[in-house]
């Protein structure tokens, strides 16, 4: 995980909200009563900002949901004119 991703979790200050969607890390930013919403609007932010996203699963660590962070480095970038590398 990296800072950044977007985390779902069980619960939250808000008795009516089972699952809590926050930036890692971080408190929660956005409070939803079901799964189905919470990885709605979490995969939604993450392909948005370039992110990846996760399901908290307590004490038995976190499943990715979608991975949609851009490796790292230099990428290629294609112009009507030339190709360069861009940084």
């Known amino acids: 995980m990296s800072k950044g991703d ?4 069980l619960g939250g200050p808000n ?3 089972e699952f809590v969607v926050s930036a890692f890390p971080g408190p929660g930013q956005l409070a939803c009563a079901t ?8 995969m939604a932010y993450a392909n ?14 976190f499943t990715l949901l979608g991975h949609f962070r851009e490796p790292a480095g230099p990428r290629l970038v294609r112009s009507p004119a030339r190709r360069r590398l861009a940084l």
């Open 6 to 9: 977007v985390v779902i979790r």
């Open 15 to 17: 008795p009516e909200a």
């Open 35 to 42: 799964r189905v919403d919470a990885e709605r609007l979490a």
């Open 48 to 61: 948005h900002a370039g992110v990846d996203a996760w399901f908290d699963e307590g004490p038995n660590g």
